[in-house]
């Protein structure tokens, strides 16, 4: 009886250390897994249920647009759509630190499920504020020092997230290796910022241990910003180090113009400001610290207490190199951090890229992509060759173009408008297709949506903003009850396009009179038909035919006085009174990154569709005037970005 005791007991504590084992796994993450695969138990959104979350940010800039960019694709894949059944209250402190106090408190009064919170110093006002909601939080270097909780595990009961401190001493070799005998790094931040008091601490400590000085300047704001990094660079330093100081950030034009001037090698953790003039990026991939925390910010979201989720920090180190500033200056990267920074250099690619007809569209998207190769370090003849096809707008043209690309071995099979992706895809199964320009991917045949689509392709979708379009007619054009546009029949982008104008304008209140054209002989009579039947403004969609005879419906629109709103910005210098358009440019720029990961060694089939990264308002004052259309001063010289 005692054996048969002691059995029971034991298994008993295998059952319950079974349990134990399986409930931590969820707290078992590594770099490596950067992808969200599993579905878990209040992980995913519930169908039918509308979330609403509160965000706070210090203030608009590319490392926090990287974050959020990767966190609403995460998001998206557990089943929260941005927009839909996520509704995002976004506040800011426009930079300013004594702003981040009251927009926690007002969130604190909104009817949210959860306040996702951005910054150190954003933390420090959401712990002190912050009493009604759960808080989790993302983009982050000290949590800790912020007041969130003695240790990861040991943290405040209505706050969780995750943290990304940066590779301070990943930072400090690399200067050092690039330039052998460095005594003197010099840092610029803010002393009342906790996240910079520990990095610069860090880092201070690493220098020591190398026999190098770190000499520090601090500023209160972003006005005292260029004085200070002007002196800075006046103190026989070998190079500046910029981290995540959200002050130097707000400022960081002016500390990559003054060490542009003085010849002063500027590194920065933030890598997505190598663009703006830094040499070189040791540091974070956002991108993927924003993808990573959407688990946490759906776990929330769903009603899980964060006392119970340990805080964790990520980071996905990554590399760049501003290769045009250093040849510049004359100044050769250690071979180890050009193989890091860009991995794809020396392989000689060879890359397809096919247009269906010459349009402002497929022109922007070609100078992205080859722009683009250009920055992340190829060189076209060296690193790769692309071979142009364009069909003219001709559908027997397409095919034979298809049947010849099919026919060659590309490592990347570049495509720009539906048309051109419908074609290419019925004839090659067996290479990599990446599309720019795709207005509805879904609507076009290419898979069942953004997640679960065609297992060799992937892409940039460029479907128009509808909805703002219309808002800023109606507000432009007070009391305004019908427009009109002209589309394609043949093109499945612009009958996509006309549905979902249509529907836009149905839910304003609006009539859309919609005339096809198949030709391009046809546009200018379409739309002499449109203006003929009363219409009070055109709302033109962008197809590949309209595109390329944009100029023949904004004459017909100058010849009967009807104001013209446009999706492409180029049209704004045509004529158009405004435009809300997709930065075609950028939709090239972002095929190029995808295409990128592809080349790593991904398969286009786990690389989800994406939407473009940029989106622009554009105004026309002399139209404005020509129309007498007041355009409300808040779309004036404004920009939206996904």
Same mark, same amino acid.
């Given at each position: 009886?005692?054996?048969?005791?002691?059995?029971?007991?034991?298994?008993a504590?295998?059952?319950?250390?079974?349990?134990?084992?399986?409930?931590?796994?969820?707290?078992?993450?590594?770099?490596?897994k950067?992808?969200i695969k599993?579905?878990k138990?209040?992980?995913?959104?519930?169908?039918?249920?509308i979330?609403?979350?509160g965000?706070?940010?210090?203030?608009?800039?590319e490392?926090?647009?990287?974050?959020?960019? +990767?966190?609403? &694709? +995460?998001?998206?894949?557990?089943?929260?759509?941005?927009d839909?059944?996520?509704?995002?209250?976004a506040q800011h402190a426009?930079?300013?630190?004594?702003n981040?106090?009251?927009?926690?408190?007002?969130?604190?009064n909104m009817?949210?499920d959860?306040?996702?919170?951005?910054?150190?110093?954003?933390i420090?006002?959401?712990?002190?504020?912050?009493?009604?909601?759960p808080?989790?939080?993302?983009?982050?270097?000290a949590?800790?020092?912020a007041?969130?909780?003695?240790?990861?595990?040991?943290?405040?009961?209505?706050?969780?997230?995750?943290?990304?401190?940066?590779?301070v001493?990943k930072?400090?070799?690399?200067?050092r290796?690039?330039?052998?005998?460095?005594k003197?790094?010099g840092?610029?931040?803010?002393?009342?910022?906790?996240?910079s008091r520990?990095?610069?601490?860090?880092?201070?400590?690493?220098?020591?241990k190398?026999?190098?000085?770190?000499?520090?300047?601090t500023?209160i704001?972003?006005?005292?910003v260029y004085? @200070?990094i002007?002196?800075?660079c006046?103190r026989?330093?070998d190079?500046?180090?910029i981290?995540?100081?959200?002050?130097?950030?707000?400022?960081?034009h002016?500390i990559a113009?003054?060490c542009?001037?003085?010849?002063?090698?500027?590194?920065?953790n933030?890598?997505?400001?190598v663009?703006?003039g830094?040499?070189? +990026?040791?540091?974070?991939?956002?991108?993927?610290?924003?993808y990573h925390?959407?688990?946490?910010?759906?776990?929330i979201?769903n009603?899980?207490?964060?006392?119970?989720i340990?805080?964790?920090?990520?980071?996905d180190?990554?590399?760049?190199l501003?290769?045009g500033?250093?040849?510049?200056w004359?100044?050769?990267?250690?071979e180890?951090?050009?193989v890091?920074?860009n991995?794809?250099?020396?392989?000689n690619?060879?890359?397809?890229?096919?247009?269906?007809?010459?349009?402002?569209?497929?022109?922007?998207?070609e100078?992205?992509?080859?722009?683009?190769?250009?920055r992340n370090g190829?060189?076209?003849?060296k690193?790769?060759?692309?071979?142009?096809?364009?069909?003219q707008?001709?559908?027997?043209?397409?095919?034979?173009?298809?049947?010849?690309?099919?026919?060659?071995?590309?490592?990347?099979?570049?495509v720009?408008?539906?048309?051109?992706? &419908?074609?290419?895809?019925?004839?090659?199964?067996?290479?990599?297709?990446?599309f720019?320009?795709?207005?509805?991917?879904?609507?076009?045949g290419?898979?069942?949506?953004?997640?679960?689509?065609?297992p060799?392709v992937?892409? =940039?979708?460029t479907?128009?903003?509808?909805?703002g379009l219309v808002?800023?007619v109606?507000?432009?054009?007070?009391?305004?009850?019908?427009?009109?546009?002209?589309?394609?029949p043949?093109e499945v982008n612009?009958?996509?396009y006309?549905?979902?104008l249509?529907?836009?304008?149905?839910?304003?209140?609006?009539?859309?009179?919609?005339?096809?054209?198949?030709?391009?002989?046809?546009v200018a009579?379409? @739309?002499?038909s =449109?203006?003929?039947?009363?219409i009070e403004a055109?709302t &033109?969609?962008s197809?590949?035919?309209? @595109?390329?005879?944009?100029?023949s419906?904004?004459k017909?629109?100058?010849?009967?006085?009807?104001?013209?709103?446009?999706f492409?910005?180029?049209?704004?210098? &045509?004529?158009?009174?405004?435009?809300i358009?997709?930065?075609?440019?950028?939709?090239?720029?972002?095929?190029?990154? =995808?295409?990128?990961e592809?080349?790593? +060694?991904?398969?286009?089939?786990?690389?989800p569709?994406?939407y473009?990264?940029?989106?622009n308002v554009?105004?026309?004052?002399d139209?404005?005037?020509?129309?007498?259309?007041?355009?409300?001063?808040?779309?004036?010289?404004?920009?939206?970005k996904?």
């Amino acid at each position: 009886m005692k054996f048969k005791k002691i059995t029971n007991a034991f298994i008993a504590l295998m059952v319950i250390a079974a349990v134990l084992l399986l409930s931590d796994l969820g707290n078992r993450v590594s770099p490596e897994k950067s992808r969200i695969k599993i579905k878990k138990a209040g992980l995913n959104a519930v169908e039918g249920h509308i979330y609403k979350l509160g965000l706070t940010y210090f203030a608009p800039e590319e490392a926090f647009d990287m974050t959020m960019k +990767g966190l609403w &694709q +995460g998001m998206k894949e557990l089943g929260f759509v941005k927009d839909s059944n996520l509704i995002v209250i976004a506040q800011h402190a426009n930079g300013e630190m004594a702003n981040l106090q009251p927009i926690h408190l007002n969130m604190d009064n909104m009817d949210v499920d959860a306040i996702l919170v951005t910054s150190t110093p954003g933390i420090a006002a959401a712990v002190s504020a912050v009493k009604k909601h759960p808080i989790v939080f993302t983009m982050t270097y000290a949590p800790l020092e912020a007041g969130a909780g003695k240790s990861f595990t040991n943290h405040l009961p209505n706050i969780t997230g995750v943290a990304s401190f940066p590779p301070v001493e990943k930072t400090i070799d690399f200067i050092r290796e690039t330039f052998p005998g460095t005594k003197r790094i010099g840092t610029l931040y803010n002393s009342s910022e906790a996240n910079s008091r520990k990095v610069v601490a860090v880092g201070k400590e690493y220098c020591e241990k190398n026999g190098i000085e770190l000499v520090e300047n601090t500023v209160i704001n972003t006005s005292e910003v260029y004085q @200070a990094i002007s002196a800075l660079c006046l103190r026989n330093v070998d190079a500046v180090w910029i981290s995540g100081d959200n002050t130097a950030i707000q400022a960081f034009h002016a500390i990559a113009k003054v060490c542009n001037e003085h010849q002063m090698p500027l590194v920065v953790n933030d890598v997505e400001f190598v663009d703006n003039g830094a040499l070189a +990026g040791v540091g974070i991939g956002w991108y993927e610290t924003g993808y990573h925390s959407a688990p946490y910010v759906a776990r929330i979201l769903n009603g899980e207490s964060p006392k119970g989720i340990p805080i964790e920090n990520y980071v996905d180190e990554v590399i760049k190199l501003n290769m045009g500033l250093a040849e510049k200056w004359g100044i050769t990267f250690p071979e180890k951090y050009m193989v890091r920074s860009n991995p794809l250099k020396g392989n000689n690619y060879k890359f397809s890229l096919t247009h269906y007809v010459d349009s402002p569209n497929s022109e922007d998207a070609e100078q992205g992509l080859r722009e683009e190769l250009k920055r992340n370090g190829l060189i076209e003849g060296k690193d790769f060759i692309i071979k142009v096809f364009n069909a003219q707008g001709d559908v027997s043209t397409m095919n034979s173009i298809a049947d010849a690309v099919a026919a060659e071995k590309w490592d990347i099979v570049f495509v720009t408008s539906t048309p051109t992706t &419908q074609t290419l895809v019925k004839k090659i199964q067996d290479m990599p297709i990446v599309f720019a320009n795709v207005g509805d991917p879904i609507k076009a045949g290419l898979g069942k949506s953004f997640v679960n689509h065609l297992p060799h392709v992937t892409g =940039i979708s460029t479907m128009s903003d509808f909805e703002g379009l219309v808002q800023l007619v109606i507000e432009s054009m007070p009391g305004i009850k019908t427009v009109g546009t002209v589309y394609t029949p043949g093109e499945v982008n612009s009958v996509a396009y006309k549905e979902k104008l249509e529907e836009a304008v149905k839910n304003k209140g609006l009539t859309l009179i919609a005339v096809p054209a198949n030709t391009a002989t046809e546009v200018a009579d379409a @739309a002499l038909s =449109i203006a003929n039947r009363g219409i009070e403004a055109f709302t &033109q969609i962008s197809d590949n035919l309209t @595109a390329s005879c944009g100029s023949s419906i904004i004459k017909v629109a100058y010849d009967n006085r009807i104001p013209y709103f446009a999706f492409i910005a180029k049209q704004v210098e &045509q004529g158009a009174v405004a435009a809300i358009s997709r930065d075609y440019y950028n939709a090239g720029a972002d095929a190029v990154l =995808i295409a990128i990961e592809v080349l790593n +060694g991904k398969s286009p089939g786990d690389i989800p569709y994406r939407y473009v990264s940029k989106s622009n308002v554009n105004v026309n004052k002399d139209a404005m005037e020509y129309f007498n259309v007041k355009v409300p001063e808040k779309y004036i010289q404004t920009e939206k970005k996904q």
